[in-house]
């Protein structure tokens, strides 16, 4: 690791720079990878695959269909498609029609999706849905739609739109980030630049939803002639099915958060497979994981950077002392400024990170004084703008920048970025409500998770959860609701989060004793953050999901010592069921031993 020579900026890499030459644009470098091995397995989903000749059939098919329904340069088209061969399809063929996706992910309620669907001013949706929510007029196109195919328009300008990905938004309205082709094109040629893809073609877990900006980190893989393997959702919720699937296409590149990798680790480790170069992002690296892959040999990268900024702007590999955010990508200004952004140039001082170069987004489609308030001046840079990370961090005696913490609300919940905001807003307009807070808290471990605080004439708290998962994407609806009389104050009449109470559910006892019954329950209450389950509760209903599910195995797997799968407690009607599940599995005998970390390369394909 180089150190920088200016302690407060933090000069580019000197790997080729893409600021100097724009990068070549990613519908130029799918055409050549076509050209060089149609026959090469481009994706593979669980669906069936698709070689790169089959491919590029499809997406223009697609991409004529679209411009046949009036769809053109710098329009907005909605995919609102499951994880199958159809959604890279799709998202290439959009832009072949010279527009930028809107992902809309099936997933979410419908109320979001229209509202995001209206936002964008969409022109068309690509969507396997014969009446997708969105707006009348909108044109629905299935995947599968073709017209006389004609000319593509040509490379895209690389300020031309690429993407708008929507963000949890502080005033309880997301906003739509809109991404440019450029800023794209910088993005894999920046990582090419550092190491982080290899030169020979790779073989790339899609492992992220397509609304989540690191998706775009994983699918562009392909422009650049790399085989795709999408993760559906049910083997990305079942740590066993995935090692498997990563096996059966000798994927060597994944990525994934910090926790999802504590919950993949052992599948992933105790088979036969080699373990795929990591890419880690979405949330700090714990100094434990760290050092596990460092001393283990695993090879590793930790990415930084927020959606406005195009997905990745600093990056380290996974080694050495740590944790640390690394260097910028090539390209990339990084500054650490103080409240009257003057450069933090004190090692140990926490200032804010501000990020500049060819990587920025335009900004908040349709809000303009937003925009302004967070890609601002570069005082260092006439002309130029950096964003506002709200990001805290400081640099080391070392000269290693360290992440610290943020200057506002936001925070991250299992990879996703929240405004809490956003939240409270959805509570307090929920019918008996007069006032509400949301905060987070961690119930145990690496496990955190959002609480909410109402006053008022509410109905139950079971209720309310259950009108708020009608409304709001899973990784927004708080896991526990607790009434109170009054919302604390600060001195000057705001909401004192720090004075909340600690939600309801943690009152309930934390002992690990007790038989089989008790154990399974005590880890529910604890994932869930419940104070009471009983045996006719499902999992779902009380606030379960795919990773709180993978936690509780992990526990009862530790506890128990048995060979206990996801699809135990995903098969199960009940917490009666799940614990004579349970039963069974510790009556055929212990858990396998935990895998030591083992560094071994996969074989490219």
């Known amino acids: 690791m180089t150190t920088f020579a200016e302690p407060a900026v933090l000069a ?25 091995d149609p026959d090469r397995p481009a994706v593979h989903a669980a669906d069936g695959s698709l070689d790169f000749a089959a491919l590029d059939r499809r997406t ?4 004529a269909a679209l411009r046949a329904a009036g769809v053109g340069r710098g329009d907005r088209v909605g995919v609102h498609l499951a994880r199958t061969l159809d959604l890279p399809v799709a998202l290439l063929a959009v832009w072949r029609a010279g527009a930028a996706y809107v992902p809309l992910d099936p997933a979410y309620p419908a109320e979001r999706i229209a509202f995001m669907a209206a936002d964008a001013r969409l022109t068309a949706v690509v969507s396997a849905d014969a009446a997708p929510p969105v707006p009348a007029g909108v044109a629905v196109l299935r995947p599968d739609a073709e017209a006389p195919t004609a000319a593509d328009p040509g490379a895209p300008h690389p300020l031309d739109p690429a993407y708008v990905i929507y963000t949890s938004g502080s005033t309880g309205r997301p906003k739509g980030v809109e991404v440019p082709h450029g800023a794209v094109a910088d993005l894999a040629a920046g990582l090419e ?22 998706s775009v980190q ?5 422009c650049r002639g790399d085989t795709l393997v999408v993760v559906d959702d049910a083997r990305r919720a079942d740590p066993a099915r995935l090692a498997a699937l990563l096996a059966e296409h000798a994927v060597t590149d994944l990525d994934l958060t910090p926790s999802h990798w504590q919950l993949l680790r052992e599948p992933l480790l105790g088979g036969d497979a080699a373990v795929p170069r990591l890419f880690m992002g979405g949330e700090p690296v714990p100094e434990r994981t760290w050092r596990e892959l460092a001393e283990g040999g695993i090879e590793a990268f930790n990415l930084y950077g927020p959606t406005e900024c195009t997905v990745d702007a600093i990056a380290a590999r996974i080694t050495g002392p740590g944790p640390h955010l690394g260097e910028p990508l090539p390209g990339v200004r990084v500054r650490l400024l103080d409240e009257r952004l003057a450069p933090v140039t004190e ?24 925009t302004a308030g967070r ?18 961090a400081r640099r080391s005696a070392e000269g290693l920048l360290e992440y610290v913490g943020r200057v506002d609300r936001q925070v991250k919940v299992r990879g ?10 959805a509570v307090a307009a929920l019918d008996g409500v007069t006032a509400a807070a949301v905060t987070v808290h961690e119930p145990a471990p690496g496990d955190t998770r959002l609480a909410a605080y109402v006053t008022g004439p509410a109905a139950s708290p079971a209720d309310l959860l259950a009108e708020l998962r009608r409304t709001l994407p899973a990784h927004l609806v708080p896991g526990t609701v607790t009434v109170l009389d009054a919302l604390p104050l600060t001195p000057n009449g705001k909401v004192d989060h720090r004075a909340l109470p600690a939600p309801a559910a943690e009152a309930a006892p934390s002992g690990a004793g007790g038989g089989v019954a008790e154990q399974v329950a005590e880890v529910w209450r604890t994932v869930l953050g419940v104070p009471e389950v009983l045996p006719t509760d499902d999992f779902l209903t009380l606030g379960g999901h795919s990773l709180a599910a993978l936690r509780v195995v992990h526990l009862l797997r530790r506890r128990l010592n048995v060979e206990l799968q996801l699809r135990h407690l995903l098969d199960a009607a009940d917490l009666a069921a799940f614990t004579e599940a349970v039963r069974r599995a510790a009556d055929a005998g212990p858990a396998a031993a935990r895998p030591a970390l083992t560094a071994r390369r996969p074989a490219v394909r």
Do not use: C, K
Request: without cysteine; negative net charge.
């Open 218 to 222: 994983q699918w562009i893989r392909i």
């Open 347 to 370: 090692p140990g001082a926490v200032g804010e990170l501000y990020l500049g170069g060819p990587g920025l987004a335009h900004g908040y489609a349709g809000q303009p004084g937003l």
């Open 193 to 214: 630049g550092i190491g982080a893809y290899r030169p020979e073609p790779s073989v790339v877990a899609w492992n992220a939803s397509v609304s989540f900006d690191a």
């Open 60 to 63: 223009a098919a697609l991409a």
């Open 416 to 425: 996703f970025r929240i405004e809490l905001g956003e939240v409270e807003h």
């Open 375 to 392: 890609f601002v001046a570069d005082p260092a840079a006439p002309g130029a703008r950096m964003y506002r990370t709200g990001d805290q």
């Open 12 to 36: 580019p890499s000197t790997a080729p720079s893409t600021a100097a030459t724009a990068a070549t644009d990613l519908l130029t470098r799918l055409r050549a990878a076509v050209a060089a």
